[in-house]
């Protein structure tokens, strides 16, 4: 049954109505250092140092940026952030206008390639493993220091530096053979930036399915770009402490897997509203107050719908809720998108356009007019440009830093 829901202005009754909504959620509350929205995606875009970025990114105390929660959520555009950077540092801030556009790239992919990036996207280079993922890794109990504290990050704060992601990856689909595919399924329901595009892609690369060999690191380097945190005190039999032609071997051996394939499913019918009258769908990629269909709309509606975010921990909810309190215009229901859509006299749907194929088969039934998003780079993209970042890169740099400045990755 579809139920509409206000939210209160106050953030601490904001989280205690959405625990008490979705009492299935799992995790903790949102963490107290994050907020959902637009002011504070505006804030932290303020404090981003593209400079202090390109030097330091791969250390877990680097200059990161934190914004992946509000681009996920169109708090702010990707384009928006791109040209506060571009304001503040020009070009100098290359290395985050590149990172930047990894983001773009596997939306792009997504884009064309619909729901197949959930599955093998080329041949796996090495054996790959299928297996669940383990009840201690689950748990946070691995025994591994390293490991068990970008767990506990992933569940408890919803954030993950990227190369703890990237090591963590590796660790889960290379030492313990676990399937990419359930691993990225329970990543993503616990990121508060979990993104199908990047965070599908991201596994497939690690594990070889995207890219011409598997990731995989060694103990020299999570001690470097962690500072020996984690190292320092560790008492465990590590597993990483070996050169990389040893972990190879040990890894990968020489077999190869069987090559996959999968069907490239097409996109359905985009039409215009029928009727005068239209509805704003605002969806969980537009979460902005200021989003430009929003600027006209007679009506505009979210809807917590279980298809779409009934895998997502507590938090992420927590932080959508958020973002929504912002939205005074938008009305939040709870339910199947269908039913809200149909019991509502809406008239025509419009909506940011977006590559998430269950969002399209829950709206296949009405007269959608879907707007797109404004591209970072005016290029034409085809299937043999989004092969690998660096053809796709060779389109879109020179576009983003200016032929003078534009680099081969
Ligand atoms: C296994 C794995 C899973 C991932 N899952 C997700 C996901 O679900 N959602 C998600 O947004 N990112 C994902 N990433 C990419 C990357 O780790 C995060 O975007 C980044 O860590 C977010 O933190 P930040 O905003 O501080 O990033 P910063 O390093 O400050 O980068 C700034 C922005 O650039 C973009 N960006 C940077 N690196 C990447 C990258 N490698 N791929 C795509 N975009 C990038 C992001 O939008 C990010 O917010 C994943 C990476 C790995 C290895």
Redesign the pocket.
């Known amino acids: 049954m579809a139920t509409p829901l206000t939210l209160p202005h106050d953030h601490q009754e904001r989280l205690t109505l959405i625990r008490q909504t979705f009492p299935d959620a799992t995790g903790p509350d949102l963490a107290d250092h994050w907020r959902g929205g637009r002011l504070a995606a505006l804030s932290t875009l303020a404090t981003?140092d593209g400079i202090a970025?390109g030097r330091s990114?791969n250390f877990l105390d680097g200059?990161?940026?934190?914004?992946?929660?509000?681009?996920?959520h169109g708090c702010i555009t990707?384009n928006e952030?791109i040209k506060a950077v571009k304001l503040k540092h020009g070009t100098r801030a290359e290395k985050?206008l590149f990172?930047?556009a990894?983001?773009d790239?596997?939306r792009q992919v997504w884009t064309m390639q619909g729901d197949t990036i959930r599955s093998d996207m080329e041949s796996p280079k090495v054996a790959v493993g299928r297996a669940p993922i383990p009840a201690d890794v689950l748990a946070g109990e691995t025994g591994l220091p390293c490991m068990d504290a970008f767990i506990s990050d992933l569940v408890n704060d919803g954030?993950?530096?990227?190369h703890a992601?990237?090591w963590?990856?590796a660790y889960l689909l290379h030492w313990r053979k676990v399937d990419w595919r359930a691993?990225?399924d329970w990543?993503?329901a616990q990121?508060l930036?979990?993104?199908?595009?990047?965070?599908s892609?991201?596994?497939q690369?690690?594990a070889s399915t995207f890219g011409a060999k598997p990731?995989y690191f060694n103990k020299e380097n999570l001690e470097k770009y962690s500072a020996g945190r984690y190292c320092q005190d560790c008492t465990a039999q590590c597993p990483f402490d070996a050169s990389y032609e040893a972990l190879n071997q040990r890894l990968f051996g020489p077999s190869h897997a069987p090559a996959r394939q999968y069907a490239v499913k097409a996109l359905p019918g985009m039409s215009a509203p029928a009727g005068s009258k239209t509805t704003v769908l605002v969806h969980d990629e537009m979460l902005s107050p200021l989003h430009p269909l929003l600027a006209e709309a007679e009506h505009a509606v979210f809807i917590f719908d279980p298809a779409l975010h009934g895998h997502w921990a507590l938090h992420r909810l927590q932080f959508m809720a958020d973002c929504l309190s912002e939205m005074e215009q938008v009305s939040v229901w709870v339910g199947d998108t269908r039913a809200v859509l149909s019991a509502l006299d809406i008239g025509g749907i419009v909506t940011q356009a977006s590559p998430n194929r269950d969002l399209q088969r829950l709206l296949a039934k009405f007269a959608v007019h879907w707007v797109a998003e404004e591209p970072i780079a005016e290029v034409q993209l085809r299937a043999s440009d989004l092969k690998r970042f660096s053809r796709y890169w060779q389109k879109v740099g020179p576009q983003l830093l200016g032929d003078s400045h534009y680099r081969k990755p």
Request: charged fraction near 20%; hydrophobic fraction near 50%; proline fraction near 2%.
């Open positions: 981003v970025y990114r200059a990161v940026t934190r914004l992946s929660p509000y681009l996920r990707l952030a985050l990172e930047f990894w983001r790239y596997w954030y993950v530096h990227n992601r990237m963590f990856a691993a990225a990543y993503e990121l930036d979990g993104d199908i595009a990047s965070n892609l991201s596994w690369w690690v990731y």
